[in-house]
């Protein structure tokens, strides 16, 4: 990979950060527990979306 990089591998990178910078606090809403019931349904909403995107 050298040169610069195409606008397909910067919307890959940018579609990726996204998802992570979605997905991780969400996962740890889920994995740590401990919080209300709406922020829990709220998380695993976000990881039902963020799956169903790369699914698609």
Do not use: C, H
Request: aromatic share 8%; hydrophobic share 55%; proline share 5%.
């Amino acid at each position: 990979m050298n040169g610069p990089l195409s606008e397909r591998q910067i919307l890959l990178m940018a579609r990726v950060g996204i998802s992570l910078i979605v997905l991780i606090p969400s996962l740890w809403v889920m994995l740590v527990g401990g919080f209300p019931d709406a922020t829990t349904k709220w998380a695993i909403g976000i990881i039902g979306l963020v799956v169903g995107y790369w699914l698609r």
